[in-house]
Structure formats: C-alpha cells, structure tokens
C-alpha cells in the first residue's frame, strides 16, 4: 500500500505541471522546430521526462520498502522527492529552451 504513494504522488504531480505547461510549451516549440509534427514529439517527450523523473526519484529515495515506515513518512519522502523532479525537469527543459532562442538584436 505504502509504495501507491511512491508512484501516484509524483504521477499525478507531473501529469499536472506537463498539462499546465502543454499549451506554452507547444506554442514555444511549434516556432522553434518549425513543423507542428515535430513540436508535437517535443511536448510528448516533455511529459514523459516531467512525468518519469519525479517519480524516478520517489522510488529511488523512497521509504516504502523499509521495515517500519509510516505512511506519513513515505507520503512525506514521495512529495519532497516528487517537487525535486518537477523543479529539476522543468529547469532543464526551460534551460534548454532558452539556449534554443535567437538572441535578441541591439
């Protein structure tokens, strides 16, 4: 039971900040790729890395296997490890963007 929490915590957090960020990030990637096709795979590939890695570093540091875990502790570990992995993916997807852009002309 307490390992539910280790895979729909950072589930459900990346499935929310990818929807949140969809439409931009399309937009975005649509004048950046060129062809909707190939922004398409790009927003698809967000969510998966968005999705994965939080939930990659909940089962990693996760408590659920450890003999006497409460299930605060394991819910606690899995939004804490759930917020790195949003955080972490977003900035290195909007880090990655931004080299991506013209610079700007004086």
Do not use: Q
């Amino acid at each position: 039971m307490l390992i539910a929490y280790e895979i729909l915590v950072p589930l459900l957090a990346g499935l929310a900040i990818s929807f949140y960020l969809r439409g931009a990030l399309r937009n975005l990637l649509l004048d950046l790729c060129g062809t909707a096709p190939r922004a398409e795979f790009w927003v698809r590939v967000s969510t998966v890395l968005i999705t994965a890695f939080p939930m990659l570093l909940a089962l990693w540091f996760g408590h659920s296997g450890v003999a006497g875990a409460t299930p605060a502790l394991v819910l606690r570990t899995a939004l804490i490890m759930s917020a790195t992995g949003v955080v972490f993916g977003v900035a290195v997807m909007g880090w990655n963007i931004a080299k991506s852009l013209p610079k700007a002309s004086k």
